[in-house]
């Protein structure tokens, strides 16, 4: 009797360490982790930029209006987002898809819904939790709040109109060009941030939609948003 009793209690004991190190890994080492990917991703960026390599499509001969961006590519990032309600030191690099390869390295652009300030709704998911954090304080985020977008040429200023907003995981329309309940009424040039809720779950959505308010070019300087 009492070899197994202590059996027992080894083997809680043995199980209990693994649990400690589990959420040990899932809390610090995978937040480790995507802060260097996401780092890694932001310099890469920088270095294309500053080497004047933005991939922009040649105007076809004879073309009266600018050529359509080239498409981005799978895996990719694109762009840097800052969200001074979330701290002026918080900047994560967007990348193409929400694959979960894709997300453990920075925000996710929902392939198929709009470039960066281009019309329609361009729609960013992000981890609330796990893998850097990237949205923890997602439910802070409150009408007339700054996104701020760069693609190494321009500044793209978006302002929160709603949100957050909570719906479940099946109600894609919140990424539709004109998306429902986001209270717009015509086609324009939308934002989309999707997220998790509950903090630790999945099993509903938080979302913020926002418009296009303005747009400079990089070389006039940062935006009126992200001067302290």
Known sequence: MRLIVRTVS??????????????????????????????????LLQEQWAQGAVVQRPPAPGATSPPE?????????????YIPRLGF????????GTDTATLKKG??????TAQLGQKGNFSVAGHRRTHG???????????????????GTTWFTYRIDQGP???????VAVIDPVPRKSGYQ??????TL?????????????????????TQPVEAGKPRALRR
């Open 10 to 43: 080894e083997l809680c004991i043995t199980v209990g360490a693994i649990i400690v190190l589990f959420v040990g890994y899932v809390l610090f080492w995978t937040g480790v982790k995507a802060d260097s990917a996401m780092d890694d991703q932001i310099e």
């Open 107 to 112: 925000l996710g652009h929902y392939a198929g």
């Open 186 to 191: 015509r086609p324009g040039r939308y934002l």
């Open 194 to 214: 999707t997220t998790c809720e509950p903090e630790w779950g999945h099993s509903h959505r938080l979302i913020v939609w926002a418009h296009l308010d303005s």
């Open 165 to 171: 907003y909570k719906t479940v995981p099946t109600d």
């Open 89 to 96: 030191t918080w900047n994560k690099p967007v990348l193409e």
């Open 69 to 81: 961006p080239e498409p981005y590519r799978q895996g990719k990032p694109f762009a840097i987002m």
């Open 133 to 151: 954090d990237p949205f923890k304080d997602f439910p802070r985020l409150r009408r007339g709040d700054a996104v701020v977008l760069t693609d």
